[in-house]
T-cell receptor, first 111, second 113 residues
Framework: GQQVMQIPQYQHVQEGEDFTTYCNSS?????IQWYKQRPGGHPVFLIQ?????EVKKQKRLTFQFGEAKKNSSLHITATQTTDVGTYFC???????????FGQGTELSVKP | KAGVTQTPRYLIKTRGQQVTLSCSPI?????VSWYQQTPGQGLQFLFE???????NKGNFPGRFSGRQFSNSRSEMNVSTLELGDSALYLC????????????FGPGTRLTVL
């Protein structure tokens, strides 16, 4: 079945450094979504990408959807301690309409 | 609008017992999906209900079942609990379907002893 792989599993950065997490699907996706889960919290929707090659920005966060619609990335510029949490990608639309989540990347930021 | 609510928030059961978890979606949302979250396996899709019908199902044994009521509230049942069922069970609602933006509830933390 469809699989969504996400790397790295953990990332420790110094505050102010950049951070990137990558997501790869075994099949073509109709859309990719990104969620953030703070420690002890629940996943919160960040963004959805639909078009091939799409790039979207939210302040210091940049999201990309690959040309083949099989991979995606989230880049955070100049991390802050408020960025701490686990970032999940989720691919949707091609497996009977369900979302398949990646394993998540846990980001820790040292002040 | 009120967010997604889940009850109970914490639950301790013993092996062999059964458990029922409840989820109330955001008002107007007809799609409710359930996920199991564990440290080793991440977020695993259990099933999705839309207008009282199960529309999608993940790769979980038949011990995991669910239903949705006419008011869109949903319940999930796990029978014959196993130690490996210990996890955070998250419910998410959507106004358009299980592969669109999901609004998650706080989850039910189930511990099986």
């Amino acid at each position: 079945g469809q699989q969504v792989m996400q790397i790295p599993q953990y990332q420790h950065v110094q505050e102010g450094e950049d951070f990137t997490t990558y997501c790869n699907s075994s099949t073509t996706l109709s859309n990719i979504q990104w969620y953030k889960q703070r420690p002890g919290g629940h996943p919160v929707f960040l963004i959805q990408l639909v078009k091939s090659g799409e790039v979207k920005k939210q302040k210091r966060l940049t999201f990309q959807f690959g040309e083949a619609k099989k991979n995606s990335s989230l880049h955070i510029t100049a991390t802050q301690t408020t960025d701490v949490g686990t970032y999940f990608c989720a691919g949707g639309g091609n497996q009977g309409g369900k979302l398949i989540f990646g394993q998540g990347t846990e980001l820790s930021v040292k002040p | 609008k009120a967010g997604v609510t889940q009850t109970p928030r914490y639950l301790i059961k013993t092996r062999g017992q059964q458990v029922t978890l409840s989820c109330s979606p955001i008002s107007g949302h007809r799609s409710v999906s359930w996920y199991q979250q564990t440290p080793g396996q991440g977020l695993q899709f259990l099933f999705e209900y839309f207008s009282e019908t199960q529309r999608n199902k993940g790769n979980f044994p038949g011990r995991f079942s669910g239903r949705q009521f006419s008011n869109s509230r949903s319940e999930m049942n796990v029978s014959t609990l196993e130690l490996g069922d210990s996890a955070l069970y998250l419910c998410a609602s959507s106004n358009r379907g299980g592969y669109n933006e999901q609004f998650f509830g706080p989850g039910t933390r189930l511990t099986v002893l």
